[in-house]
């Protein structure tokens, strides 16, 4: 019922947001166009936003056969906890990471890197796959698809605001360049806050529930130390619409600290999920 609510809100704020941008770039006009431009966008993240995750990261979908490593941990889990079977797609990078996507249980997918498949042993990947499954159960997978695709369009309106710049009368132009430049800046941040407003705790969550799946918290905790250590080397690249979906931090291509992390720290959730700091696993 929270994530329901959530993502109405999240719809809501997003409407507003592309109609705030589309009044400073081009009056009125400029403002029914977003408007427009809202209704397709929500749209089309309701239904094609896992779609559109996967393809971002060029996942292809792979067989039982092809991958029985992964669809027999991820098979026994969901017999377990009742849930429906995910689709299994794996992404081809060396970086160890790992996302959950889809709009409910039922229309679930869950994406791998090979790098992760390389990296972990079957205890620590079960550990994630249960990590992943955790967002699915816990319906958190809807909201982080929606808000990947929405500040996407936000962040990309943004930058091609000129083409609002047309649109409004002279007087309402006037202003058009500070205004441009002011909605560059602060339409990916809008959009990134409400990133960080709904992923932050629901890793922690998440991080619990798999544990809770698995019985076995100490190999979430250990995989999480190996992803950390590892994807720092070998980093993947992902943008910053789409950070917030994967198990570790992807690098976003700038450095703003904190402000764009849209995980906790990973010390703190090894922390969380055996009771000791987080030295121990190093």
Do not use: W
């Not at 770039?25 to 809202?38: Q, V, Y």
């Not at 039982?64 to 009742?82: D, N, W």
């Amino acid at each position: 019922m929270g994530n329901t609510f959530k993502t109405a809100l999240l719809l809501t704020a997003m409407t507003l947001l592309l109609m705030a941008i589309g009044r400073a770039f081009g009056g009125e006009n400029g403002m029914l166009l977003a408007l427009g431009i809202a209704a397709v966008t929500n749209f089309v993240a309701y239904f094609f936003s896992d779609k559109i995750a996967l393809a971002t990261y060029r996942a292809q979908p792979v067989t039982r056969e092809q991958l029985p490593r992964v669809y027999s941990v991820v098979e026994r889990m969901t017999q377990k906890i009742g849930l429906p079977m995910p689709k299994i797609y794996v992404i081809p990078t060396d970086s160890p990471n790992a996302f959950a996507t889809g709009r409910n249980p039922a229309h679930a997918s869950v994406a791998v890197t090979e790098g992760i498949l390389n990296l972990l042993n079957d205890e620590e990947l079960e550990g994630v796959l249960a990590h992943e499954l955790g967002h699915v159960n816990n319906r958190d997978i809807l909201i982080s698809s929606i808000a990947a695709t929405i500040a996407g369009a936000i962040t990309y309106l943004a930058r091609f605001g000129f083409f609002f710049g047309g649109m409004g009368d002279r007087d309402e132009r006037r202003g058009g360049g500070l205004g441009s430049i002011l909605m560059l800046i602060l339409a990916p941040f809008a959009a990134m806050l409400i990133q960080l407003a709904v992923s932050r705790s629901r890793e922690y969550q998440a991080d619990a529930t798999g544990a809770h799946f698995t019985g076995n918290p100490y190999a979430l905790a250990s995989a999480l130390a190996k992803l950390d250590a590892y994807s720092r080397r070998v980093p993947m690249v992902g943008t910053p619409s789409t950070a917030h979906l994967f198990i570790v931090q992807p690098l976003l291509g700038m450095n703003f600290g904190s402000l764009f992390s849209t995980h906790p720290p990973i010390a703190k959730r090894i922390e969380r999920l055996t009771g000791r700091p987080a030295e121990f696993t190093q």
